[in-house]
């Protein structure tokens, strides 16, 4: 019998310390997202955000879509911020979706596509050198207010 509520006791114990682990890997997310909108970049908020784009991949809480129509600028390899934006695409659409978990795919997407913009802008204005055709038509879409109809027009949440 005390082995039988030592088990329970001990299943008990990790099962807090993983609820606990995936609230503080979701809040880092959260954080990370504010960060990359702040321009944070010392050497935690790096730290902080590798952690955090680890455990979107990795994690079966979040779920996300990964659509080439809102994306597909960011990967290109001519791009030389794609992975700053991809890691934020995908960080801003984990924190919303934290948030926001019945919320629908185009306002997820949307998220992580105003997100990457930002870091995108911010690369950008500190190595002008570095700006891309298909990302600025993207800038120019969110600038004029038409950025929500581009990534509905995508269909992203669509099979």
Request: aromatic share 8%.
């Amino acid at each position: 019998m005390k082995s039988v509520v030592f088990t329970l006791v001990v299943l008990f114990i990790a099962v807090s310390a993983q609820s606990a682990y995936s609230q503080s890997a979701k809040e880092n997310v959260k954080k990370v997202a504010g960060d990359l909108e702040a321009g944070v970049y010392t050497k935690e908020a790096i730290s902080d955000r590798e952690k955090a784009l680890k455990w979107v991949i990795e994690t079966d809480e979040v779920h996300l879509i990964a659509c080439g129509g809102t994306f597909g600028p960011f990967v290109d390899k001519k791009n030389k911020n794609g992975s700053d934006m991809v890691a934020a695409y995908m960080i801003g659409m984990a924190a919303f979706r934290i948030d926001n978990a019945t919320a629908d795919e185009d306002a997820v997407q949307l998220a992580g596509v105003e997100l990457a913009l930002k870091v995108y802008d911010r690369l950008v204005k500190e190595k002008p050198k570095t700006k891309y055709k298909s990302v600025d038509e993207m800038v120019a879409k969110r600038d004029t207010g038409q950025l929500s109809s581009f990534v509905k027009a995508a269909e992203c949440g669509k099979k």
